[in-house]
């Protein structure tokens, strides 16, 4: 009997430590879940959209006559043989690709064309501009995590003329338009890595010329 009944103690002191072992472990575990980072959501993947400047290779197949590569206009438009100002600013390559197709059915049976965009500038929204005293001002399309140092080494710096510490940057449309004085000669020429600033689609940078 006595054994019987030691061994009874010993199963239930058994179950009761494994009972308190998982009160003890188990919130610590949940605790731990709740506090592990999840991955941000991924941004959505958009199509390219053509705009002015852009360079498009028109391909149209069985065709070597029509397949030509053109720029897009000031305008928005381009041509090609048979088919003139086509609308293709703020379309994607696969839209404009089906409106070129439409538009040839009055010449060719069944055509069947691809559009590439071959040199990027993209819509005005999604340019970085850069105006003034930059070695070669210019429209640059805009790419992501783009900074200011991006942009000056894209259009070779300053001119000897430059005051370059008092550059403007240009964001956002009236009424809601900003500008903020940037510090580009203490980036380029300092180092200055605190003059750095990252970059929005749309912005323009204005670099004024030295009173002397």
């Known amino acids: ?16 430590a494994a009972a ?22 991924q941004p959505s993947t958009q199509n390219y959209v053509i705009g002015p400047g852009d360079t498009l290779q028109v391909f149209v197949w069985r065709n070597p006559d029509l397949t030509v590569s053109v720029p897009v206009r000031p305008d928005g438009k381009i041509s090609i043989p048979l088919v003139e100002d086509i609308e293709c600013a ?33 819509p005005y929204t999604q340019q970085i501009r850069i105006v003034g005293e930059a070695s070669r001002p210019q429209a ?3 790419r992501a995590n783009m900074s200011l ?10 001119t000897q003329f430059a005051a370059g510490n008092r550059a403007m940057l240009v964001r956002g449309r009236s009424p809601q338009q900003t500008s903020t004085r940037i510090r580009i000669e203490a980036l380029l020429k300092d180092g200055d890595i605190s003059a750095n600033t990252d970059l929005q689609p749309g912005d323009i940078i204005i670099i004024p010329q030295s009173f002397f």
């Open 1 to 16: 009997m006595m054994i019987f009944r030691f061994g009874r103690i010993s199963q239930l002191g058994f179950a009761i």
């Open 149 to 158: 140092l991006d942009a000056m080494i894209a259009v070779g710096g300053l």
């Open 90 to 122: 703020g379309k994607t390559p696969t839209q404009l690709a089906r409106e070129v197709e439409g538009r040839l059915m009055k010449f060719v049976t069944d055509p069947i064309v691809t559009v590439i965009v071959s040199g990027f500038i993209g």
């Open 140 to 142: 640059l399309p805009y």
């Open 20 to 41: 308190l072992l998982a009160l003890t472990v188990l919130p610590q575990a949940v605790a731990a879940a709740q506090s592990e980072p999840t991955a941000p959501p």
